[in-house]
């Protein structure tokens, strides 16, 4: 079995049954307008931005926050994970990959190959995946997503993954994996016309990354020295620089993704600095109580863990309704990596913990706390009268049935599920 497969594995059912809880919102680049396309300047303007700012956040941002995490005989080669998959993915994404997620639906499992190399990717808007910006910028913007995840990943091996590995490994799964996800969720795909949600990458980037590097860290196994050696950050200012480049950066990471400069960008823009702050001060709180001391890895820790967590739900939650997913996103991923400890897995820098986590915790919001008022586009959440949007329940209903029968209920669930009994 190779290691894409085994790291692969189980990486889509995981993020397909995130995806599903809050069902009817539209997926970020499904949304258009009818009508003629006309570019907007200032549209243009800010998606370019935002590019920029997501390119800030894998470098420097990323490579200086994992960077700064490793021990120092292991900073550049883990700086040189991001810098050279961004390199990498982005020749890809113009060769083919760009193409397999957003070009023309084969089935709703994956887009055709009709725009490879760009072929036919002008710069007039193309009205399903930015109406008001040249059809370009929207490339050049989703370029930059499609290279974060995987560089998010390499967080799990750090310090033990060969170079040669690591280059097949972001080839593979960027082809066999987030190509497919992206498409089911953000092109049309299947799991779009079942209205499952994702306004900037909780299911497609954080909880796909989450999974894969749990599946990275089981596979590889724990570095040498692993729960006896001392394998402190070697450079903590880098970790809170790094912090503020990837704070900085998630501006134009979920803001953007509103593809326009508008209300729901504001909002999103709002909903991601309240979520981050929230959760750094939780997570802060947290680690005060149980450990003693606060510490300025648990701060950016928990910042980290806010900017993933409402990503999901950046553009369609408001501002108290994002303090709280923060604060679930620093309570939660702070004890999921307490956990970890107990359990014995190695991730290296905590992706699973704080992106895994933070985006499953994210989808999960997103069908509690989605709200018309902020985004008229998008639907209630749970909270706001649309219980709907906690799609999960229902369809394991439809398919199975929820609820066992009266005649089991009285039997109990010992008997009636699995013909034994506790007690005799």
């Known amino acids: 079995m190779t290691i894409l497969t085994r790291c692969g594995i189980g990486i889509l059912p995981a993020v397909m049954f995130v995806a599903l809880t809050a069902s009817g919102v539209w997926a970020q680049g499904v949304a258009g307008t009818q009508g003629p396309a006309r570019i907007n300047s200032g549209d243009t303007a800010w998606v370019l931005a935002s590019t920029a700012l997501v390119l800030a956040m894998i470098a420097p941002g990323l490579t200086l926050f994992y960077g700064g995490l490793v021990r120092s005989k292991n900073v550049l080669g883990t700086i040189m ?116 949600v994702d306004f900037a990458g909780g299911a497609v980037v954080h909880t796909s990354a989450g999974v894969s590097a749990l599946a990275c860290a089981l596979v590889l196994g724990r570095r040498r020295g692993y729960g006896s050696d001392y394998m402190a950050p070697h450079n903590l200012p880098f970790v809170l620089v790094g912090t503020g480049l990837l704070w900085f950066g998630w501006l134009g990471f979920n803001g953007g993704s509103a593809l326009g400069a508008n209300a729901t960008a504001v909002g999103a823009l709002m909903a991601t600095h309240l979520a981050a702050a929230t959760a750094a001060l939780a997570w802060m709180v947290a680690e005060w109580l149980h450990r003693g001391k606060p510490t300025a890895l648990g701060v950016a820790s928990g910042a980290v863990a806010g900017l993933a967590t409402v990503t999901a739900g950046a553009g369609y939650v408001g501002p108290l309704s994002a303090m709280l997913v923060g604060v679930a996103a620093g309570l939660s991923c702070y004890l999921v990596i307490v956990w970890k400890g107990k359990i014995g897995y190695d991730d290296t820098l905590d992706v699973v913990g704080i992106h895994g986590v933070g985006g499953v915790v994210g989808m999960l919001a997103t069908g ?57």
């Open 368 to 424: 509690l706390l989605a709200s018309s008022a902020v985004n008229p586009g998008g639907p209630d959440g749970l909270f706001f009268g649309h219980a709907a949007q906690f799609g999960i329940l229902k369809l394991v209903d439809g398919l199975i049935g929820l609820r066992i029968s009266p005649e089991e209920e009285a039997i109990g669930l010992d008997l009636s599920q699995h013909n034994e009994r506790a007690y005799s």
């Open 81 to 196: 994970h991001s810098f050279v998959i961004l390199c990498l993915v982005s020749v890809m994404w113009v060769l083919w990959g760009y193409s397999l997620v957003y070009g023309p639906d084969r089935g709703g499992v994956i887009g055709g190959l009709d725009w490879a190399g760009l072929s036919g990717v002008g710069l007039d808007p193309n009205p399903s995946h930015g109406p008001t910006i040249p059809h370009q910028a929207f490339v050049l913007f989703q370029l930059m997503f499609a290279a974060f995840t995987p560089a998010l990943i390499t967080g799990a091996f750090a310090e033990r993954m060969r170079f040669s590995a690591l280059l097949l490994f972001a080839v593979l799964w960027s082809v066999f994996i987030y190509s497919p996800l992206a498409h089911w969720l953000w092109a049309g795909g299947w799991l779009a016309r079942l209205g499952a």
